[in-house]
């Protein structure tokens, strides 16, 4: 079976991991700090913080802010859910805003609607698939309005914004990646919070270790002494992942390259064909395609979304949709804040997105016969 994602590990990568299983320590040495400083260079921050996932990345991101429960947070509703789990376990109040309809990123006109009418203390946007949002504007009102901005990376570990790969935390307070293995590079389960303020991520270090601080006034008690003065957690990512997350993103250049040639295949192969609609990019960006969003007009070509999905797998070719609304799961539809009319291009994208098998490993006589089939179901 042909799925949209796959993970590529080589041997450098084992290699690399076996080595570390001959170390005294299997986590928590001093791979962890190697994987950090790794990440540091590539995106450009200050500080990083890796972590058991990506989630527990956007949990502790967002509790480093110490924001008042029930604060406003705006986001997007075409992401994963865990963007706005996370929010809702600190205590906060979650809008959404609709997506643009030719990036299917955050709609910043709409945004700033919203934000003239709200006192919105947070935004979390996601670079989705890898397409980084309209940044520039998005900073325009930030300094406009005065709230944070956390940058949901999980999908655009790769991606440039004007030629720029440590274009994340120019625009942003805070950055959070995953290295599930569907993402650009893997550490199995695995994630980083990126920040530029020592006291944020010195919170976020302290979290993932359940609050331990070991200062040099507790030491001098006594070395084995330690306080917690807050709750903490154990987010920790073991030096074993963090072997592998070094390796890796030594090949993510590589990863993303290829992403992008057989993304272009797709462009070529499906451009201007009626009923199907496909990625734009802008020249300012460099897509990393972690997704490839394929939309396609099931109505006009009179075939049910359901039974194009059913036949597909029948040819052993699993697709995906990336994604339902966050607001269409019961438990968000519930606990989360929304009119339906405001979200009319979510809706639709629902209605017509599928993503196509897009990753390393994938070949191109795959690649062909994933698109022959496809061809065939819709026009033949
Ligand atoms: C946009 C987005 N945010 C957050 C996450 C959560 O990451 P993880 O699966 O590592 O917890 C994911 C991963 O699927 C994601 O795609």
């Known amino acids: ?24 320590k299997l986590t928590q040495g001093r791979y962890v700090n190697l994987f950090e400083n790794k990440l540091k260079t590539k995106f450009g921050s200050k500080y990083c913080t890796v972590l058991s996932n990506g989630t527990a990345a956007l949990f502790l991101a ?7 429960k029930r604060s406003k947070v705006i986001t997007t509703p075409i992401t994963f859910s865990a963007t706005v789990s996370s929010a809702l376990m600190n205590g906060l109040d979650v809008n959404y805003v609709d997506i643009d309809d030719t990036t299917y990123t955050i709609d910043t006109a709409k945004l700033e609607k919203k934000l003239k009418k709200n ?89 993932r270790n359940h609050g331990f601080i070991k200062t040099k006034e507790i030491l001098n008690k006594g070395i084995w002494n330690s306080n917690i003065d807050n709750l903490g957690y154990n987010f920790r990512l ?11 993103l030594s090949k993510l250049n590589k990863f993303i390259q290829k992403r992008r040639e057989l993304a272009k295949i797709y462009d070529n192969e499906f451009k201007n064909i009626d009923g199907i609609k496909l990625p734009k990019v802008n020249k300012n960006v460099y897509h990393s395609y972690h997704i490839y969003p394929m939309l396609i ?36 539809r519930k606990k989360t804040n929304f009119n339906l009319k405001e979200l009319n291009n979510s809706l639709k994208f629902y209605e017509q997105e599928v993503s196509l098998p897009l990753f390393y490993t994938l070949s191109i006589k795959e690649q062909k016969r994933v698109i022959k089939e496809i061809k065939n179901l819709l026009y033949n």
């Open 62 to 68: 967002i509790k480093s802010l110490n924001l008042k």
């Open 119 to 207: 006192n919105i203390k947070l935004l979390i946007a996601v670079d989705y698939a890898g397409y980084p949002c309209d940044w520039e504007k998005i900073n325009y009102l930030k300094k406009k309005y005065n709230f944070k901005v956390l940058n949901d990376n999980c999908h655009a570990i790769g991606s440039k914004y004007n030629n720029d790969i440590k274009y994340a935390l120019k625009y942003s307070d805070l950055v959070t990646q995953s290295f599930h293995p569907a993402k650009a590079i893997t550490t199995g389960e695995g994630g980083a919070v990126y920040s530029n303020i020592k006291k944020i991520d010195d919170k976020i270090k302290e979290m």
């Open 1 to 24: 079976m042909l799925y949209y994602t796959k993970h590529f590990v080589d041997s450098d990568d084992i290699k690399y991991v076996k080595k570390i299983l001959k170390e005294k």
């Open 297 to 332: 007009d099931f109505d006009k070509l009179n075939i049910k979304k359901k039974v194009f999905f059913k036949k597909l797998i029948k040819k052993k070719i699993n697709l995906q949709v990336h994604y339902k609304p966050v607001f269409l799961f019961d438990y968000f």
């Open 238 to 248: 073991p030096d074993l992942n963090c072997a592998l997350g070094i390796s890796q």
